[in-house]
């Protein structure tokens, strides 16, 4: 006899409920382990998220969130419409694209090199010291750079004279600052992903080099052949979370290093300094928050194409 549709239905149903009871069960302790992380998520990453209402309503400290008088899209007129939000957009994802881009490769590069350094202590101290610009503050930076940089007695400038050239003022010089930040960024950060690569390239079976040694492969044929191939899984996550992020303009980056320097926001004002601004000038949350709405908005779009696009390339190495 044929069971109804419906009974059928509520007999899946009640199965399910079952084997999900069963699954708490038997791992309870592990997902006690996991609640401190939930929690954490839900208190700072899912209330937070109510915020966004502040971009569609005109927003006063004394009547709060929920009491503020709803205004829809007007706030993102103030975007829109000025001729600023076109510059900002570009020039972030433009300063970003070079991060990633550069950023990645010359950590690949250096993973590579460090993997064929024998010598165990010098490839100890080689790792330390690349790595180790990553803990130094944005504040710090802005001031080696500085040191580098100005006019009256900066390091790229004497040695400018010493050669009988002119010096140049740089920060008046808008068009050379997206190849400085980027050298800022990967000197930065490349020693940081440079570790990530290397400990998916020590990942790899030594059975692989030891068959291409057979053949006869040279250091670099396995390079290209195997190493490369192999952590392309690897590549292609750390480039997927790069793309996600690729509206967000690093704001102790940029502000720290170019602050209120109006000559250079042609190249290097992006959304983050640019809402900063707005708030900080105009006072207005609303305003601020509803640009904010727009960068978040472009990141999951972005993030959305470029994950479908590294399935298609490997159907493994998309992020959902």
């Not at 978040?296 to 994950?307: A, E, R």
Request: glycine content about 8%; aromatic content about 18%; proline content about 2%.
């Amino acid at each position: 006899m044929i069971k109804p549709r419906e009974e059928h239905t509520n007999e899946t149903e009640a199965g399910e409920r079952m084997s999900f009871i069963r699954e708490i069960t038997k791992n309870k302790y592990l997902y006690l382990l996991a609640l401190p992380g939930l929690a954490f998520l839900i208190v700072f990453a899912y209330i937070p998220l109510s915020g966004h209402l502040i971009a569609f309503k005109k927003y006063r400290l004394a009547d709060g969130l929920w009491g503020s008088k709803f205004v829809g899209f007007d706030n993102f007129k103030f975007f829109f419409m000025s001729a600023d939000w076109y510059k900002v957009t570009f020039n972030t994802a433009f300063l970003n694209g070079l991060f990633l881009i550069f950023g990645l490769g010359i950590a690949l590069i250096l993973a590579l090199f460090l993997n064929e350094i024998r010598h165990a202590l010098f490839k100890k101290l080689a790792q330390s010291f690349i790595f180790m610009p990553y803990f130094i503050s944005w504040l710090v930076v802005s001031m080696m750079a500085f040191a580098f940089l100005n006019t009256t007695d900066g390091m790229v400038n004497h040695t400018l004279e010493a050669y009988g050239a002119e010096k140049v003022n740089w920060y008046l010089k808008a068009e050379v600052w997206p190849a400085f930040l980027t050298l800022i960024y990967v000197w930065k950060f490349a020693g940081y992903y440079s570790i990530i690569f290397l400990a998916a390239i020590t990942g790899i079976s030594g059975e692989y080099y030891e068959s291409a040694r057979i053949d006869g492969a040279t250091r670099f044929q396995q390079i290209i052949h195997i190493t490369i191939p192999l952590i392309r899984s690897v590549v292609i996550v750390l480039g997927l979370l790069g793309v996600g992020r690729i509206f967000y303009g690093d704001f102790g980056m940029i502000y720290g290093i170019i602050g209120d320097n109006s000559a250079l926001y042609s190249t290097t004002d992006v959304i983050d300094t640019y809402t900063y601004r707005a708030l900080r000038v105009l006072s207005d949350f609303s305003k601020s928050s509803a640009v904010v709405l727009y960068q978040s908005v472009m990141g999951l779009i972005t993030i959305l194409i470029f994950n479908q696009i590294a399935k298609k390339i490997d159907k493994d190495s998309g992020l959902f």
